[in-house]
């Protein structure tokens, strides 16, 4: 086992998180109260524990309605609770360690003991301290986020999108009377017991939110009675029968999507679409009004402030109800237009017949500067999902990205990434004997590594790189797998469980054999610079005999003081992102070398996939600062390539040519790769018909995704200047969007450094 | 396809290769600059390209004086000079890149560099699909294309055999035999005339408007002309000279032109050659170009402003 540190922060958070309504010491209470009960439940199943616990946070955790919501339903989070995510909570039955001692801190010194005797139970208790217990290892596998291991592991259960399609069409009622069939035939199931008592939370949850809006009447104006009316009579419906309205629908899913602590949201188009149609063709609804609940909508899932998540999808193939959908769509597309929030993350999905209207309000929308809506190209991705996922293609084209890009199947599938693995680090640590330059620690495994001199050819040397990969990719799918394992035998994730196919049909929860198609990612970093290492190597050292693998390493470990000359050889090799065969082929080669290596072990071990995304957050620079000089010239402590884009100004050919490179890897190896975009405005805005015609091309040449930032030139530089002048400018980071002066100062030179495309005038 | 072509080992002399050109004709474009001009426009914003023999443009802010390019050179065209800066002999120099490749900090770029009709076409073909869907092609220009006249008729054989849409810039200064062979190869061309006086034409640019305007002649009947004027102020900018300019595209039948507004984005190129830029004045707005647009429309030539 590892030594690691509990208060260890867990996950990305750069939006500020709004704090908790509730005055501490009550705070205090509902967490020790949630203490206790779970104490006591101890013996009991994990469902009937979890169900109490649950019934501790709801619906006392709900804020009040707020003013100007049209939707009801906010949650705070507290240091202890229950979720699936870190940053809404935690995982399971969590402490995060790090918020309560902060929370410490905020009471009188007399309540200190309290706290300190709940720190202490939850040692023992966290999930994921539990995971962390039984699978980090020194030096190898490291905690998220410890940037000083090659590869780091968590339990979470990221990115479920819940089978929204049938809760809206069964409401609660119909699915309380589905589990009630099913428990007839097994009277004693505890996953169907429990829930039920997750329906019995949600009608108190909205009985709650209605008593609250009733209470605002009295000093409510006109109008705003008017909406709190309409809130209070949807939530009265939706207790018990299926919804018939737009707004009851919304209320719904928001509210079930609250309880369920799920933060990606699914195909919104299609599963709201309907109602939105019915309502405004019966004259129910007025299109303004439509407006103001799904710019609502987009308010309530901007303050839940999740920073890489917030999915909403639109658009693409397989769709049940395209015409409603579509209306649904071009009301999304203007909220985020105007709105220009950071989340949600407005997604589209295209394909051959996505009408020129849509493409030209998507363009509109970057155009304006909104990042949004982030674009995926069905036509490449529904196949690739197919292979990568073993599925029929009816299957993929219910794929939806979530976080920063990974792949679930809609209400069908799991694809948590809990791995993450630097190649870029393994190589350095590769090169230097399986020691880590950086900080002197062996990382080998004990895998044996040669030393340089032995190598004589390049395929040689780079087999034995392979071989220390090896060592990571199957202590990744291990330390996933057991990730599931781990959930399981202490948590049910009951809400979610219940709208996953299959598992009220199984009875059985989603990790314990109920979900249908169990899958996992492993996201990946550093994959470019590694590849133009690799393409160095063979240049300097194997082709043209420049230098010793020696002299190389020597410059690297010296992080190229003294050795400008070597560098500028390093730097001056073919780069990727310029559609050169010779990087774009080595960076494919790696690609497919890990991506088949991780799919080919996840299903070794008994998933229904395991797939590496090549997403990003920002890791790619904060793994960047723990990591040695590299062969492809980048220096120590620099941030690396993000996603699967080139190292930021490394492309020097154009859009096209960089484009052309992006579109080389096949997509049906990864569940998810984002591609990122920069344009000035004057580019996007006054070239519209060929940037649609740049892109459209693109994603005919095999390109998956696309997403775009239009900022001025100059603009990005001033702002980290003079920040106080740039409090809106949204900015597309890798796999989500962010305020560009809530950035730390080495992610905001990672940005800088990537090309902006602008006009190039010729006169001669 | 290419290896059928007998010269696709034909070399010729380049400054550069741009990819994703939008200024250089319809839709997304490469444009292949060619080096060497018989003109010496004084607001040339490509002046490297000018002479037919390499040129290195030395970017002193990003020299640091190391001299290694001084030690890499073979042909001595390179001496460190007392200022702790490199000096370069441009008539020595043969552009083999040697010193730009030494140079650490990128501070040398050498324009001219030989590349093989088949290098050329092997960078134009890789962008075909965004022609196909944009509209697009490629474009020769420079420098002027006609001075490497067998290379450019090469180009354009190779280019039409790979399908594409092919467009010339020009300043017309070339003999009329190589501007017939060119023609039929050639889906566009892009007409430079920079003035309506010949002796005006003569004495700033080197160009004689006789010959452009009898060349533009055998291009404005098979309707493939586009007539672009660079607007420079205190040399053309001026509502006589550019309705004269109007008139001679009216008289070779040419129906549209272009008005590229002035700018000074070449400006730090002079620098860089350790040569004078002759203008101080600012990039110029479209906008201020709409009158003169306004005068030809009236004219009944059909007018954009831009490229």
Known sequence: MATFNIETAQNVEISKKIPCEKPLLEQLEIMERYTAVHREHLGASKEKREAACLQVLYPTLFRHIQEGDLIAGRLDFLPIGFGCVTSVGGVGHYCVFRKLKMFRAQLPELEHARVDAMYDYWRDHDLKTAYNKETLQEGILGMFIDTTYPMIATARLSGMMLDYPTLLSLGIGGMRKRITEKLTQDPNNEFLQAGLSCLDIFVSSARHLRADAAAQMANASAERIKDLEVIISSLEHIEEQAPETFHQALQLFWLYALLAGVINYGRLDDFLGPFLAKDLEEGRLSEEEAYRYVRSLWTLIENRRTTVNGRIIVGGRGRKYPKEADMFLHLAMRVAKECRYVEPQFTLRVDKDTSEQIWDEALDALGAGATYPTIYNDEVEVPAVAYGMRLDEKAAEQYVPFGCTEFVIQGQSSGTPNICINLLKILTIFMNGGIDPEDGVRKDGGVEIKPLSKYKSFEEFYDGYKRLLDFYLDLSAKAQYHSYEVMNSHVAFLFTSLLMDDCIERGKALLDGGIRYLGGTNETYGNINTSDSLVAIKELVFDKKKYTLDQLQQALLANFEGYEELRHDCLACDKYGNDLDSADSMANDLYEFVAKGVRDRGIAIGMQYFLIVISNNQLNTEWGLNTAASPDGRLRGMYMNPANNPQGGADKSGPTAMLNSLAKFDARYHAGSVQNIKFTPSMFNNHREIIKSLFKTYFERGGCHIMVTVVDSGVLEDAVEHPEKYPNLIVRVAGFSAVFVDLSPEIQQELLSRVLYDERKSLC | ?307
């Open chain 2, 1 to 307: 396809m290419m290896s059928a072509n007998p010269y696709a080992n034909l070399s010729l002399r380049v400054m550069s290769v741009q990819r994703f050109s939008l200024h250089d004709g319809p839709g997304i474009r490469t444009t292949v600059f060619l080096q060497g001009c018989p003109l010496h426009c004084p607001w040339c914003s490509n002046p490297e390209s000018q002479p037919m023999h390499p040129v290195q443009r030395h970017k002193r802010d990003k020299c640091s004086g190391c001299g290694k390019c001084t030690s890499r050179c073979s042909k001595g065209a390179i001496t460190h000079g007392e200022d702790g800066f490199p000096h370069f002999d441009r008539t020595r120099c043969i552009g083999c890149g040697e010193c730009e490749q030494a140079c650490p900090n990128e501070a040398i770029a050498i324009s001219g560099k030989t590349m093989t009709v088949s290098e050329i076409m092997e960078i134009v073909k890789r962008d075909k699909d965004y022609y196909r869907n944009s509209g697009g092609g490629v474009t020769f220009s420079g420098g002027e294309v006609f001075m490497q006249p067998e290379g450019l008729v090469t180009l354009l054989e190779a280019s039409k055999a790979e399908g594409l849409h092919t467009a010339i810039e020009t300043c017309g200064q070339t003999s009329a035999e190589w501007l017939q062979r060119a023609e039929p190869l050639t889906d566009l061309f892009l007409y430079d005339i920079k003035h309506s006086n010949s002796e005006v034409l003569q004495h700033t640019t080197g160009g004689n408007l006789d010959r452009i305007v009898k060349n533009l002649k055998l291009l404005g009947s098979k309707g493939k002309a586009i007539v672009r004027i660079p607007c420079i102020p205190g040399f053309n900018l001026d509502e006589a000279t550019i309705r004269g300019i109007f008139h001679l595209a009216l008289q070779c039948e040419v129906e549209q032109v272009h008005l590229l507004p002035y700018h000074n984005l070449g400006a730090d190129k002079y620098a860089q050659l350790a040569k004078e830029y002759a203008y101080t004045c600012e990039s110029m707005r479209n906008e201020e170009l709409e009158p003169y647009a306004e005068m030809g429309r009236a004219m009944g030539l059909s007018v954009q402003i831009g490229g």
